[in-house]
Every structure is written in C-alpha cells, then in structure tokens.
C-alpha cells in the first residue's frame, strides 16, 4: 500500500490494524504509577499545617470549653453582688474587674458566653438548612422551581430583619431561641444566591455530565458531586453569618431586647459598660474585646478551611510558597555579559518546592538562540520545555530557578528583580500563550487592550497608537481590523483571538517571541493559518527570533532551524531540523516520531457488521439570545445521518463548530434534539423518558476530551467507578468494588489505583481512569470525544492502543470524534466529515483519506502538518482554507 502526498510511509499498519486479537492477560501491561509529586493529604493535615486555622481553632475550642464549664471554672455566680466593689479594674479578686453593681465581670462573660453561642448554633442551622437546600434546588432546576425561590429569596431580603427581630422579641420578651431562628431565616437568602449562582456553575462541569451519563439521578448528582464543590462558598458565609449572629445579639442586647438583665449574655454586659462609659472605660475593653475575638476568629477559620480544601484537591503547597519566597537569587540583573546569541542559557536547574522537600524539574539546560533563528524546545507533559520558556521571560508558576545563567542580549537575567525583569520582557519580549482566550481581558475591547499595550511599551499618544493597534491586526491578517477591534474577547473565535494575542505579543517589537504551544488547541485549518503567519513575521524582520515550545513534530517539520528535544527536564538531543527527522540519535527522539500517527498506514478495511446505532435526519439547535437580548435559534446539525456498526470504529472529523460534539451528546443523553432519530438497535433514543435514559446507559457511554475534568476531585477514582453500579444498576457494593478493580487491570492500572484521587495521575493514567470508567457497566457503544487530543504522543499511542485492544477483546463500536486527521486515519474503520452542522462526505477510511471527493475534506488533508521538513517546510503558506 503506497502513502498518500504528504504522508510519510511506513510499512507497518496502525494499532488499530484489525490484526488477531489475542488474550487481554498476554497483552495488557500495567502501567507504572508515578512517583507522588502532588500528594493529596488529609484534609486535618492540611489544616494543621496552617498557623490562622491552629491559632483561630484554638481560641474558639478554649472559648467553646470555658464557656460550656461556667458553672465549674467561673469564679463567683453571674447576678452575685458585692456594691462595695462596684466598678472596680483587674485585681487577684476580680481578675477582669466588676460592673456597676459589683458582678464579677469574668463571671458573667463566660456564663453570658452561654446564651450568645447558643445563638450561634440555633441561627446558623436555619441559616445553612435553608439556604443550602433552596439553593442547590434552584440552582439544579431550570424552570418554575428556580423562579420561585428566587422570587422568594428576593421578598425575604426585601423585609429588615433586625426591625422583624424587634417585634418578635416584644411580642416574646427574652425568647432568644425563636429570635435567632428567626434571623436564619431571614438571612438565609444571602445563602440561597451564593448556592444557586455555584451550583449553576458546578452543574455544567463535566464531571457532573459524566456523573449523568453513568446513569445517576439528578438528586444523586447532586448530593454526590455537586454539594462537595460548594464546601468553600458555604463554609465562607456561614462563618460570616456567625459573626453577623453574634452582632445582632449584642444589638439586641444593647436595645434592651435580649437576655433580659439580670442574667447575663454579651450583649446586654456591653449596654452595661456604655452606660458607665464616663465613670468605668475598662467595663467596655473585656466585654467588647471577647466579641472582637470571637468575630474574628469565626472569619479567619472560615477562610482557612475554604483555602485548605482548595489547597488539597490541588496537590499544591504553602510550604513550597514559602520556600519559593525565601530563595535568594541565584545571579544579579543587568550584569553584562560577553555573547553573540541573542538568548544563551547555562546549566539552567529549575525546582519546585513541596512539603517533603524540593522537586528537581529542570536540570543543567544550556542552549543557545542566535538572532533571527527559531528554536524548538519539544517534549512530553512534565518534560520541562514550558518551565524553561517560563524562567527565560522570568515568571514562575510556583517554581524558583536554583541555579544557571540565562543571558539575553548580552545582560544576564536570572533570578533577578522583578522589577527590572519586568522592564527586560518590555524591551526584548513578546510571548504567545497556548490557550488564546484566557490571556486576554474579558473587560476591555481588542482595541483598547492594544492601545494600552502599545503606549507602554512604545510611549506613544493615543491617537498614534489606536492607528497602530489597526496596523497591527492588520499584520496578523485580521479582515475587518475596524470591526475586530471594537469586540471582546468572547466575540471572537479560537483562531481570531490568537491572532489577537500575537498583535499583542508584537506590540513590545520583541527581538524574541516566545510562543508556548500556539498552535495545540486549533482546528488544522486554523493551525496552518497560524504557522503560516509566524512564518511570515519572521521572515519580515530578519532579526527577531522565536523560541518555540511544542510535541507536535509536524509543527517542527513546518517552522524550526533547530530542535532541543527535553525528556525528565534534560536534553537528550540537539540537531538541527533536517538532522533529527533523518536521523534522530537518541532513544526518546526515535520513540516520540515513531509515535506519531501521521507516519501510520492509513486503517485497513476490515469486512462489515450488523448495524448497532442509526442516526437519521438528527437536527440539534440551541437556543440563546443576540447582542440585543433577542432569543435566536442556532442550529448546531441540521438533518444528518450515520451508521454506527458493531465492533467498528466510525471517526467523525470537522473543524470547531462544525456539530461533531453536539452529534455525540445527543447520543449519550446529554443534549436532546431537535429532530430526527437515533435507533439503538430497535430503541428510539430521541423523546424517551430520563428513567430510560440512565437504564440506557449501560449500553452507551463516553469518553470526555479531559480526562480530569471528567473525574469528580474530591472522590477516590474506586468512588468514582463503583458509585453507578451500585446507585444505577443496582448491584452489590463488593460486586461493584470487584468490577471495579477488574476494569482498572484492563486499562492497564494496578487494582490500588482505586484508592487514590485524580491529582494523583498523571494525563495519560487519568484518560485510563476515564476509560475504565467507560467499559464499567460493559456498554455495546462508546463514543470517544476528542479523547487524546491533549495527550503526548507516546501517551496517545499507548491510549489508542489500548481501544483497540478493548475494541477485539469485548466487541464495543466506538463513535471517534475528533479533528486530527492523523488519527483518525490509522484508526478508524470509517470515516464522516462534517461542516457547519452538515455532512459532506462519509465512507471508509481508505475512501475517504486515500481519495477524498469533497473540496473540504481535501483542505483537510492538505492543512495537516506533516512530520518531515521535505514534505512540510512551508506548507502551511499554501494550505487554503474552505469557504462554501
């Protein structure tokens, strides 16, 4: 079989190659766990390791006992009189002095203490009771139950509670306990919007969409995934809320409202210091200062339990924080150096600090980039190529450089000031990040952020610079700059708002553009398009350079003079670009090609089998509002129709927006269609019940592009697993725990796996977990959505390999969707091409790759970078991108 143009041949056909299969037990290879490098700790541990939570925790426990032991521990009764000691200060007696009419003043505080706190609890259960559980119902509703708690909510506010309060307590003299369950209760609506407006974000995550395809119920869903991911929030308010509580009793007190006098509570103890403010100062300082304590320490408790859970589920590390702080740098700023590169970087170590120590992710790299060259750093996650670029331009991500030279332009800038670094990026820097629209302010116009960054770095009025921002997006081929610059950032594509970015980046005249990945997260069309504008911004100034940080090799193909290839934070190999595609030397240079899928034969046509899913006339729309607050209709398919064949694999390609996704939740129950059908062998799936639909999903599951998005943080990955069969499919908790572990095995994870939490592994072990959790219930269809898309190359060979073997083993049809063509061709049996919600070609992969019919599919393939330089070097200025 000959390659297609532009494809690299081989003789060897892809891992899905339709070969025998042959006994999961010889083929499947457990995957070694990796070293902890993000530990997730016991939360207690977590806490105690933070000084606010252990000195907070600690009064409000000693406060909590003294008071709880008045009757022990308080030396005198709280009404005993003595009128010859009245008003007296601090003495061995009266460690805290006396009132007006003689009381012990330590006394009274802890027996006052009492009913204060007290009022605490009894406010603070109305207040979460209601608030959390009208929230989280309105927040998971959609429809009349949201509109009413809200309204209700927003009544409730509208109502002062303080003057409510008052009545209450005139209507029932000294009934605190109605009092303060009544001030939860009119509070709680501050609660119920804080709830609502989180879990209306928490519910859109995938974790929960995943929770949703396993067949769990909302309430379920809700109890098991959503509630756990309010902790923070809810944690903040109620701590607010006791101290709010704890200001309103001392009000009431103050009033005359409360605990009625004699009998003691700490509001009624501070209208007895005010009104002997002039004759006793220091009645006051005791009574209000125990308040002032106690307020404070609620709130600072608060905050450090919300960052500790936070802290945890994040591996993260204050400990490392603070190491990173008290590093002394490592070499001096501005100091001059003799050099003709542009960049020269020394035995560069770079490390992360944690609670067991430090962590070595970059160790003793030293390159060089000359004036008007580009330089590729590539490697695998974790290879250490972005936090070399990082250190270049002198940030950090938790990480401090321990030791090296980095040289630019002949000053040496490691470890230097943040001040003059932040000078040197705005002389010498201009840096692309990797994911567009993060990096850009959602607040201001494209235009406005240009002219802001052009009069920084160039001092020029804002008339100039407004023309220069046009001239500008001009440069980055932008049609319409006039019309683009008056948008947002959210009004523009993926491959318009890195355009923007790059603008940005040129705005400084960087001599070096430092560009992370600039090209992973966009279509090939786009991809082409962006490659071919960096192609022509170097080749307008001869002396700016670029220092590009990707894995994807034929990017390399396309752009580099040189590549540094990084593996475990030390380079292996240094060639040029010729030199290393013809003959790389070392061993990881040689896997990581020969990984890649474009050098892969296109999918064998293996022979039919009976049809398991048909889709016919599927039209899916979205509705939504216009700029003026119009509601429009957005049509994501409009009428298409697919066969899913069992033990096959159909790859559904197409640019971004083009309905792919849309097609694979409407077949996994998380989007319902407008139109159409989707027959499951003699099943209707559009228009059944939701009770169906989740008994239904032990036949389809799916496959989510981010595999930890998709895994719940805060539930063990056995949790995670195990919680469908038992909830959903009512099986037993040691038959699930068995499954579970069975399934774990055959994705090639150790049965222990269960026991940990998704921080704990790495990409391509956690798209392990996604896929174990896939094949739990034994479904007949999976449908895979861009599933290795954010994976390395060797990663995403070991995962397709994996399928494949899982596909032979049990039988499963995959719906592959994706927009890299190179895998699609070395792994799918079939092959539908979809633009802008239709579809323009279908047939088998040999058909449709080896000799595409439509225009489209043919831009396609002619985008797709290619990893040869003889193939690929400037190809991407020739790619066209389709317009019907």
């Known amino acids: 079989m000959s390659a297609l143009p532009g494809q690299i041949p081989t003789g060897t056909a892809g891992p899905a190659s339709g070969g025998p299969a042959t006994p999961p037990e010889d083929r499947t290879e457990v995957v070694r766990m990796p070293r902890d490098t993000r530990v997730v700790q016991p939360l207690w541990r977590v806490l105690l390791a933070r000084r606010q939570f252990v000195v907070c925790a600690a009064i409000l426990v000693v406060l909590t006992i003294a008071v709880a032991l008045a009757p022990v521990i308080a030396p005198y009764a709280p009404t005993q009189q003595d009128l010859m000691a009245a008003l007296q200060g601090p003495s061995l007696v009266h460690p805290l002095g006396t009132d007006d009419l003689g009381r012990d003043v330590l006394s009274r505080m802890l027996y006052g203490g009492q009913a204060t706190?007290?009022?605490?609890?009894?406010?603070?259960?109305?207040?979460?009771?209601?608030?959390?559980?009208?929230?989280?119902?309105?927040?998971?509703?959609?429809?009349?139950?949201?509109?009413?708690?809200?309204?209700?909510?927003?009544?409730?506010?509208?109502?002062?509670?303080?003057?409510?309060?008052?009545?209450?307590?005139?209507?029932?003299?000294?009934?605190?306990?109605?009092?303060?369950?009544?001030?939860?209760?009119?509070?709680?609506?501050?609660?119920?919007?804080?709830?609502?407006?989180?879990?209306?974000?928490?519910?859109?995550?995938?974790?929960?969409?995943?929770?949703?395809?396993?067949?769990?119920?909302?309430?379920?869903?809700?109890?098991?995934?959503?509630?756990?991911?309010?902790?923070?929030?809810?944690?903040?308010?109620?701590?607010?809320?006791?101290?709010?509580?704890?200001?309103?009793?001392?009000?009431?007190?103050?009033?005359?409202?409360?605990?009625?006098?004699?009998?003691?509570?700490?509001?009624?103890?501070?209208?007895?210091?005010?009104?002997?403010?002039?004759?006793?100062?220091?009645?006051?300082?005791?009574?209000?200062?125990?308040?002032?304590?106690?307020?404070?320490?609620?709130?600072?408790?608060?905050?450090?339990?919300?960052?500790?859970?936070?802290?945890?589920?994040?591996?993260?590390?204050?400990?490392?924080?603070?190491?990173?702080?008290?590093?002394?740098?490592?070499?001096?700023?501005?100091?001059?150096?003799?050099?003709?590169?542009?960049?020269?970087?020394?035995?560069?170590?770079?490390?992360?600090?944690?609670?067991?120590?430090?962590?070595?992710?970059?160790?003793?790299?030293?390159?060089?980039?000359?004036?008007?060259?580009?330089?590729?750093?590539?490697?695998?996650?974790?290879?250490?190529?972005?936090?070399?670029?990082?250190?270049?331009?002198?940030?950090?991500?938790?990480?401090?450089?321990?030791?090296?030279?980095?040289?630019?332009?002949?000053?040496?800038?490691?470890?230097?000031?943040?001040?003059?670094?932040?000078?040197?990026?705005?002389?010498?820097?201009?840096?692309?990040?990797?994911?567009?629209?993060?990096?850009?302010?959602?607040?201001?116009?494209?235009?406005?952020?240009?002219?802001?960054?052009?009069?920084?770095?160039?001092?020029?009025?804002?008339?100039?610079?407004?023309?220069?921002?046009?001239?500008?997006?001009?440069?980055?081929?932008?049609?319409?700059?006039?019309?683009?610059?008056?948008?947002?950032?959210?009004?523009?594509?993926?491959?318009?708002?890195?355009?923007?970015?790059?603008?940005?980046?040129?705005?400084?005249?960087?001599?070096?553009?430092?560009?992370?990945?600039?090209?992973?997260?966009?279509?090939?069309?786009?991809?082409?398009?962006?490659?071919?504008?960096?192609?022509?911004?170097?080749?307008?100034?001869?002396?700016?350079?670029?220092?590009?940080?990707?894995?994807?090799?034929?990017?390399?193909?396309?752009?580099?003079?040189?590549?540094?290839?990084?593996?475990?934070?030390?380079?292996?190999?240094?060639?040029?670009?010729?030199?290393?595609?013809?003959?790389?030397?070392?061993a990881h240079t040689q896997a990581m090609l020969s990984a890649d899928p474009a050098r892969l034969e296109i999918h064998p046509v293996r022979e039919e089998t009976e049809t398991l899913l048909a889709v016919r006339d599927l039209e899916i729309a979205y509705a939504g509002r216009d700029a003026r607050g119009r509601s429009v209709t957005t049509t994501a398919v409009a009428g298409i129709d697919l066969d899913l064949h069992r033990g096959r694999t159909l790859g559904l390609i197409g640019e971004s927006g083009s309905g792919k996704s849309s097609v694979g939740n409407a077949i996994v129950g998380l989007v319902e269609p407008t139109g159409g059908s989707i027959l499951l062998g003699d099943e209707e799936l559009v228009g059944t019940s939701r009770r169906r639909r989740r008994e239904l999903s032990a036949r389809v599951q799916i496959i989510f592009q981010d595999p930890y998005g998709s895994l719940n943080p805060v539930r063990t990955i056995g949790a995670t697993l195990a919680e469908p069969l038992v909830l959903a499919h009512g099986r037993s908790a040691s038959d699930a725990k068995k499954t579970v572990r069975e399934a774990l095995e055959r994705v090639g994870l150790p049965a222990a796996a269960a026991d940990r939490y998704p921080a704990q592994f790495s990409g391509g072990q956690r798209q392990r977990v996604a896929i174990a959790r896939a094949i739990v219930l034994r479904p007949e269809i999976i449908v895979c959505d861009e599933p290795v898309s954010a994976l390395d190359l060797t990663i995403q060979e070991q995962v397709l390999e994996l399928l494949t073997e899982l596909q032979d083993d049990l039988g499963v049809a995959y719906l592959f969707i994706s927009h890299d063509l190179s895998v699609v061709r070395s792994f799918c049996d079939d092959v539908a091409v979809m633009y802008r919600g239709s579809l323009v070609e279908t047939g088998t992969a040999q058909a449709v790759i080896g000799s595409p019919q439509h225009a489209y599919t043919r831009s396609l393939l002619d985008a797709a970078p290619v990893p040869d330089p003889a193939v690929q070097r400037r190809r991407s200025l020739e790619a066209v991108r389709y317009v019907a």
């Not at 395809?213 to 909302?218: A, H, K, P, Y």
């Not at 355009?499 to 040129?506: D, F, K, N, P, S």
């Open 117 to 586: 706190l007290l009022g605490v609890v009894q406010a603070l259960v109305v207040f979460l009771v209601v608030g959390v559980a009208l929230g989280l119902v309105a927040g998971m509703s959609r429809g009349v139950a949201d509109t009413i708690i809200t309204r209700l909510a927003e009544v409730l506010l509208s109502v002062p509670a303080f003057i409510l309060l008052l009545v209450t307590l005139s209507i029932l003299p000294g009934n605190m306990t109605v009092a303060m369950m009544a001030l939860g209760l009119l509070t709680s609506p501050l609660l119920i919007r804080v709830v609502r407006g989180t879990t209306r974000t928490v519910r859109g995550e995938l974790f929960v969409r995943g929770a949703r395809t396993m067949g769990l119920t909302e309430g379920q869903i809700t109890l098991r995934h959503v509630l756990p991911r309010l902790a923070g929030p809810i944690i903040v308010q109620a701590t607010i809320f006791s101290g709010t509580v704890i200001i309103s009793e001392t009000g009431l007190g103050y009033l005359g409202f409360g605990v009625q006098l004699p009998q003691p509570s700490w509001g009624n103890m501070v209208q007895t210091a005010s009104e002997n403010i002039t004759r006793s100062p220091w009645l006051l300082v005791p009574t209000g200062g125990i308040i002032i304590v106690t307020i404070m320490s609620f709130m600072l408790l608060g905050d450090s339990v919300r960052d500790a859970v936070a802290e945890r589920w994040t591996g993260s590390s204050r400990a490392g924080r603070r190491a990173a702080r008290r590093a002394k740098p490592v070499a001096g700023v501005e100091k001059r150096a003799s050099t003709n590169a542009l960049l020269e970087v020394q035995d560069l170590t770079i490390v992360v600090d944690g609670p067991t120590g430090s962590t070595t992710l970059v160790e003793n790299v030293s390159f060089r980039l000359d004036r008007g060259e580009t330089l590729c750093l590539v490697g695998e996650s974790g290879s250490g190529k972005s936090v070399t670029s990082l250190a270049v331009l002198g940030l950090s991500r938790g990480t401090r450089v321990e030791s090296g030279r980095i040289v630019v332009d002949g000053r040496e800038v490691t470890a230097g000031d943040a001040d003059r670094m932040r000078r040197l990026r705005t002389e010498l820097f201009g840096y692309i990040t990797q994911d567009p629209q993060p990096s850009l302010d959602p607040s201001m116009r494209i235009g406005d952020l240009l002219v802001q960054l052009i009069r920084l770095h160039q001092g020029i009025g804002r008339k100039a610079a407004r023309a220069e921002a046009l001239a500008l997006l001009e440069r980055v081929r932008i049609p319409d700059p006039v019309a683009v610059a008056r948008r947002y950032p959210h009004q523009l594509s993926g491959g318009m708002a890195q355009r923007v970015v790059i603008a940005a980046a040129l705005s400084a005249e960087p001599k070096i553009l430092v560009a992370d990945e600039p090209t992973t997260a966009l279509d090939v069309t786009v991809q082409a398009e962006i490659l071919a504008l960096l192609h022509e911004l170097c080749d307008q100034d001869d002396s700016m350079s670029m220092l590009l940080v990707t894995h994807d090799w034929g990017v390399v193909a396309d752009i580099a003079d040189r590549v540094i290839v990084l593996r475990d934070g030390q380079i292996v190999e240094q060639q040029t670009a010729d030199g290393i595609f013809a003959a790389p030397a070392h």
